[in-house]
């Protein structure tokens, strides 16, 4: 029996990381292989040695040294959950001034599946740049969702996380 596919968990600083855990669970459980990758201020909203112990991974958010061995194996695909303005604009300019972005381009550049979930607000959201941004990526085979799927922490209900879960589902290679 092959191992479960390898999912790269990358998660921004926006409400849904601090319950990004029930996610990675929902995600183990549905067969993934869960490595979460966080932008530097959401690896601040996380406690990172719990989660590393419910994904059996490290959490990542600094790039590791030359030399050092990759601690995350080779992904099958990625998720961006939450995704904020501020990543998805870098993203789309092709920045890679953090790990989580340098991750995503690398991915991009690779054809491999990724799907985002967007947690902007309406203003933001507005901005000149977004929209322009977002359908970059989509042209790039990016599969951005609805951004009202990730509401405020509290409304984060297992059936939110639910909607995120079956999206990835199709993403999986044994799907």
Known sequence: MS????LYLIVCAAPPAQRIGELADLLTADGWRVCVTAT???ATWLDRDALADRTGHPVRAEWRHPGDPEPHPPADAAAVVPATFNTLNKWAAGASDTLAL?????MLGAGLPI???PRVNAALSAHPAYGPNLRRLREAGVVVHDGDVLRS???M???RWAVVV?????????A
Do not use: C, K, Q, Y
Not at 3 to 6: D, G, H, S, W
């Open 40 to 42: 530097p201020i959401a």
């Open 102 to 106: 340098g991750v995503l381009n690398e």
């Open 166 to 174: 079956d999206a990835l589902r199709a993403a999986r290679p044994d």
């Open 115 to 117: 799907h985002v979930f």
């Open 153 to 155: 922490p509290d409304e």
């Open 3 to 6: 191992e479960a596919p390898v």
């Open 157 to 159: 209900t297992p059936s």
